[in-house]
């Protein structure tokens, strides 16, 4: 019996797998396994603490002296918890988190026996820089590489099994400073993007002295039957299936979405929601999503780089508490072809240290202004970097899904809704003309009076726009959901520091030339509207009108990830980032380097395993239905029969016989093509070629390969097919 029926088989077992005993009050377990200021206030001396307290709040260095003490209060609480070991958890740009454990356990130099872990031990760490992608930062004798602790991100304990661990997260850096992961660049966008921000908001209130970026990420996610999926070679080496026909009925009965949640699924949504709320992730959302076996969860709003933490964590939870449910999680973003693939909405906004939203309207001339402000300074920016943040999305398992009816296109463009739409129509209206103290109706902004809906729902949703205002913060759509939200991130905020900076400089030149300050404020955001119109769009994303359109526009459509690649390292982009702290020259290259390296291996393995299922899985089912065929024709041959009563098989034989040529060859041709394009010593034009390998030879082998799985005896199918994997209960 194949791997597939026996994983079908199994199937009513897996759903007799014992639930976990569950807390009944989500706050009686919040954040029990992380190392809050409510815990540091506990473990922690007057001295440390508020040493702690200043570095988070103020982004102050800790002094090692009293890093020890906070070490120590650290340990206390952990091994309190039962903790033996503890680890730097870091993000390097391999995609997933990465650790080293070590036991507190150690041996003084007369061999006594003692358990320790000091500020040295947490604040700074050795890992093998050249172990990782570094875009030639790092050579192979080259291996230094440090992890500096991060006290704004608290440390947790993770709990795998039995067995606990002590997690610090922490920086990845080479030997000699650049930066080798996602979080140093996030820190220093967020820090670029707080300064520009607060100096902007003094404008209207001199008490805020820190604005934060926010983010509410939307994890969408696939949950099949851990029997079926490694059945499956593609899932477990690509996280797509690279072959599968569409089953009967896929998503059209559009029954899914919201729909009641499988109770498989439900117990383990339930159970890695626990493991979530022990680790501070503020869950708060869980549904069907449109797809069958697909699924979503989304938490609170948090600091962008905590909230950045969370989510890659979640993501590692989540793989772990499926196996305990005999499932599995795919986090790809097309794991399977015709039905809708996953996201990772991330929602954006900035809070100041006042309390207030400056991307929710407010209910004074004042604090209207200040919202216009800073919602035409967005656009602004998206509008003069949306290909940079096309390339902060770019990805080969991102590729399959965006411009596919169901994702936004590879074109950015933002959505605002038609109220809004309405305020900037009628500011740009006033082009040409000054604006002086008697403009009250500009002035004031009165946009309770103008849009009474603002505070409820003052847009409508645009499925199809990658960067959408939705009320009081801006979701940017395209985010892949394998993604580190931290890349996205990072650029955000760092095209909207170097725009307030600009904002802020044309204001400032007004005022010095005698304009009042509103008045200065209300001409920058006038020419920041007429010059940034052209990205604004509030029609369907999925149209070929759309795409002409942009076209006509001059947006960017940037449909594969070489090409979009391509906007990181333009003179552009290089000023951006060296201007406002965040890259220098060559990180930038270096990061260039590994997003294109990524694409070539991700394509590269495809490919490969293409090729092995093609020859060693499907044609060896289609061959031995073929001989089948064969050996019924031939005996009513030899029984005399007309041939007319045998038609209907030596129809069947000749399309078998069909897929099964074209399938050879196309995959030969494939193999020859790769032996030619891996001697290309050029990062992009390997790119590029890997590229045009997947479009020319990928969807064509599919095609023959899924109807010869609508052609051969089931019996003889060895992979799980679409309508065994996307319909658990």
Known sequence: MSLRFNAISSIANDAETSIPQFSSKITGIFGENVFTQK???????????????TSIRGGKKIDRSVASQIANGIRAWAESKGVTHYTHWFQPLTGTTAEKHDSFF??????????????????????DASSFPSGGLRATFEARGYTAWDPSSPAFIMEIGKGKTLCIPTLFVSYTGESLDYKAPLLKATEALNKAAVEVCNYFD?????????????????????????????????????????????????????????????AFMRDYEQEAYKLGIPLRT????????????APIFEDVNIAVDHNILLMDVMERVAKRHNLVVLQHEKPFAGINGSGKHNNWSLATDTGVNLLAPGKTPKTNLMFLTFFVNTIKAVHDNADIMRAAIASASNDYRLGANEAPPAIISVFVGQYLSKVLADVETRVGTKFDEQDEAILKLDLHRSIPELMLDNTDRNR??????????????????????????????????????????????????????????MHVIQQYIVSSKKVLFEGDGYSEEWHKEAEKRGLPNLKTTPIALDAMVTEKAMKLYQSNGIYSHSELE?????????????????????????????????IKYQNDLIKN???????????????????????????ISVIHTKVYEMVEARKVVNNISHSREKAIAYENIKSTYFDEIRYHVDKLEHLVDDEYWTLPKYREMLFLR
């Open 39 to 53: 815990t540091a206030r506990e473990f922690l001396s007057d001295e440390a603490y508020k040493s702690l307290i």
């Open 106 to 127: 150690t041996l003084k130099s007369d061999g006594t026996a003692i358990e320790e872990f000091d500020g040295a031990a947490l604040i700074q760490q050795e890992p």
């Open 206 to 266: 001199k008490n805020v002295t820190k604005v934060t970026p926010t983010l509410g990420w939307e994890q969408e996610y696939f949950v099949i039957d851990a029997g079926l999926a490694t059945a499956r070679p593609d899932l477990v080496q690509c996280g797509r299936t690279v072959f599968g026909a569409a089953p009967a009925k896929g998503q059209q009965m559009e029954d899914h979405y919201f729909g009641s949640i499988p109770e498989r699924v439900y």
């Open 286 to 297: 869980r549904h069907n999503e449109v797809a069958p076996a697909q699924f979503e969860c």
């Open 464 to 521: 199809t726009s990658p960067f959408a205002f939705t009320g009081n913060k801006f979701e940017f759509r395209a985010v892949g959901s394998s993604a580190n939200c931290a890349n996205a991130m990072t650029v955000l905020n760092t095209i909207m520091a170097d725009t307030l900076k600009k904002f802020k400089a044309e204001v400032d030149g007004l005022i010095e030339k005698g304009d009042k300050k509103e008045i200065a404020i």
């Open 590 to 622: 270096a990061r260039y380097e590994i997003e294109l390296e990524k694409y070539i291996k991700t394509v590269q393995i495809e490919a490969r395993v293409m090729g092995d299922l093609a020859i060693n899985h499907i044609l060896p089912a289609a």
């Open 633 to 659: 024709i031939t005996g009513l041959k030899e029984a005399g029969l007309d041939e007319s009563m045998y038609s209907s098989q030596l129809t069947i034989l000749k399309f078998i016989s069909k897929h």
